[in-house]
Nanobody, 123 residues
Framework: QVQLVESGGGVVQAGGSLRLSCAAS????????MGWFRQTPGKEREFVTF????????RYADAVKGRFTISRDNAKNTVYLQMNSLKPEDTAVYYC????????????????WGQGTQVTVAS
């Protein structure tokens, strides 16, 4: 069973950048599709981005398209989320997870969630 640990969150000024990491242990993730979601208090977990196991296909939520980039390094068993031009509305806890279902953008289609990392964007 795979365990995921997110890191790299913090407090940043609007317009700044952060790079989140999602490190996997327990087994390799080279054959897993992976996703990033985010959640704010009282709201549903929201899709951010997705990457195929091969890395050749990605999808982004409209709210982050052009600002965020997902990537993976299967040799390091890690998935990354580069976040640029951050906005206060990007403030959330960010989670990575393994896609085990059919949907790409639905949290129910993912499993093996990490504990999340807090991103706070100050205006």
């Amino acid at each position: 069973q795979v365990q995921l640990v997110e890191s790299g969150g913090g407090v940043v000024q609007a317009g700044g950048s952060l790079r989140l990491s999602c490190a996997a242990s327990g087994r390799t993730i080279y054959d897993y599709d992976m996703g990033w979601f985010r959640q704010t208090p009282g709201k549903e977990r929201e899709f951010v981005t997705f990457i195929w196991a091969s890395g050749r296909l990605t999808r982004y939520a409209d709210a982050v398209k052009g600002r965020f980039t997902i990537s993976r390094d299967n040799a390091k068993n890690t998935v990354y989320l580069q976040m640029n031009s951050l906005k206060p509305e990007d403030t959330a806890v960010y989670y990575c997870a393994v896609r085990t279902g059919i949907s790409i953008m639905t949290a129910d289609a993912y499993d093996y969630w990490g504990q999340g990392t807090q991103v706070t964007v100050a205006s």
